[in-house]
């Protein structure tokens, strides 16, 4: 509830500066407000409900992902894609053209920023070739991908404690639907061998336990002072991690290791190397002692589908078959419609020119990350970093696709470093302004 209370409050503030408030004029006593104070009051706060709808559309589509139904092939339902169109993109739309794009020219200075489009603007010009019965549903995903940058810098570009505040109730969000699956999946008895899904988009044990593995990390790395948000922290991480286990999922396992491994790195403290430590015992353990879930399906046919993967690639090294092309993978018996490799996949459909622009792009969050490690939301960028860059190599390597949960491990990170950047940029450019 402190947190849910402080997001209201934020709101109301980011209506204020979205708003461009000017300073309060003094009034007599008595005296009636101006028609122009009355009219600067009724924009802030006009303003102020569209920003607060542009927060719920951010929300919304992190926890819907685990709530709402799903199409054909896990693809995001209808209901879900219509929710997001009125409450994230169609706000997001109206905050970038607004001030005559002063988003946009906010964004525009920034390398990463530059790299993103080029990356969209390759991805739509590979729709020349793709082999699609329909390119304007793919020209559309492009869309929604930089919407939901756009609409991230929109809410908390300049403000970091907002944004962090917000991610905050959705991991506390995330972690209650992690409980209640968890809760029914224990019940129902399962078997050893069984692996808990979610609902929806997430109804894949991977796919799930990477959403849920992703909140674990970014609500890690927000400090409580106070006992009692440190021991809601702890017991959501406890909620979230209980289903990462039940899913048996391995890639995301190695990803959260990874992130313990390193977390010393970005926050020095007695905790972190504590926990590092731990984990480096029990992977060691588990080489030496290795349990049955960690070896009973083996490699999961990742070698076989790599080896395919290279041969699709050496077919088209460099345009690719474009962007969403539907193409089939046999491995183990199963026809399989993506590599399991966010590289990979890439290369694929846009070729080795798009695996050449998303390298950079990640390349440049990382030192994002690394350069505001000090605060928390350049942890969150870096953390998320680590986890994405290990657990994208077994799954999910849907790169410009519907809202999944690839998004948290990609776009998420991006967008936040995007809004670091941004806010240095204008500090730096402050003083030039002033004089």
Same mark, same amino acid.
């Given at each position: ?9 934020? /709101? ?31 924009? $802030? ?52 053209? $607004? ?17 993103? &489009? ?42 970091? $404690?907002?944004?962090?505040? %917000? ?51 970014? &609500? ?20 979230? &991690? ?22 010393? /790195? ?24 290795? /349990? ?115 998004? %948290? ?6 967008? %936040? ?10 500090? $730096? ?7």
């Amino acid at each position: 509830m402190t947190v849910a209370r402080h997001g209201l409050n934020d /709101l109301a503030e980011l209506g204020a500066q979205g708003g461009g408030s000017s300073p309060a004029l003094p009034r007599a006593g008595g005296a009636h407000p101006a028609p122009a104070t009355l009219g600067m009051a009724t924009v $802030r706060a006009w303003l102020s409900c569209r920003e607060a709808v542009l927060g719920l559309g951010l929300a919304w589509l992190m926890i819907g992902m685990l709530l709402m139904p799903a199409g054909v092939s896990y693809n995001p339902g209808r209901l879900y894609q219509f929710t997001l169109a009125a409450l994230l993109y169609l706000p997001a739309l109206w905050f970038t053209l $607004r001030e005559r794009a002063r988003l946009w020219r906010q964004l525009w200075p920034l390398p990463a920023f530059r790299v993103f &489009l080029l990356l969209l603007g390759w991805a739509a010009l590979s729709l020349a070739w793709a082999q699609l019965r329909h390119p304007g549903d793919e020209f559309g995903r492009l869309c929604t991908v930089l919407l939901f940058v756009l609409g991230w810098h929109a809410w908390a570009g300049g403000a970091p $404690r907002r944004a962090a505040r %917000l991610l905050a109730v959705v991991a506390w969000g995330m972690a209650l639907c992690a409980l209640a699956y968890s809760i029914v999946f224990l019940a129902q008895g399962h078997d050893e061998d069984d692996r808990i899904v979610g609902e929806g988009v997430v109804a894949t044990a991977n796919y799930a336990a990477a959403a849920m593995g992703a909140a674990c990390v970014w &609500l890690a790395q927000f400090p409580r002072r106070r006992w009692f948000a440190r021991a809601a922290k702890w017991a959501a991480m406890a909620a979230l &991690l209980l289903f990462v286990g039940l899913t048996q999922s391995r890639g995301v396992w190695l990803a959260l290791a990874a992130c313990a491994l390193l977390a010393p /790195l970005w926050w020095p403290g007695r905790t972190a190397r504590v926990v590092a430590a731990l984990i480096l015992l029990a992977m060691l353990a588990a080489m030496l002692w290795p /349990l049955p879930v960690l070896l009973e399906r083996g490699a999961s046919y990742r070698p076989e589908i790599f080896r395919q993967a290279l041969h699709l690639i050496a077919a088209h090294p460099w345009l690719g078959l474009g962007q969403g092309t539907p193409f089939v993978i046999e491995a183990g018996g199963q026809q399989l419609t993506h590599s399991h490799n966010v590289l990979t996949q890439t290369a694929i459909e846009l070729g080795l020119p798009g695996l050449a622009l998303l390298l950079p792009l990640w390349v440049l969050t990382a030192w994002s990350g690394w350069r505001h490690r000090a605060e928390p939301l350049g942890r969150v960028v870096l953390a998320l970093w680590v986890y994405a860059s290990v657990a994208l190599q077994f799954d999910m390597p849907q790169l410009l696709d519907s809202p999944r949960p690839g998004w %948290l491990l990609i776009w998420l990170p991006f967008a %936040l470093a995007l809004g670091l950047e941004a806010r240095d940029r204008a500090r $730096r450019a402050a003083p030039a302004r002033v004089d």
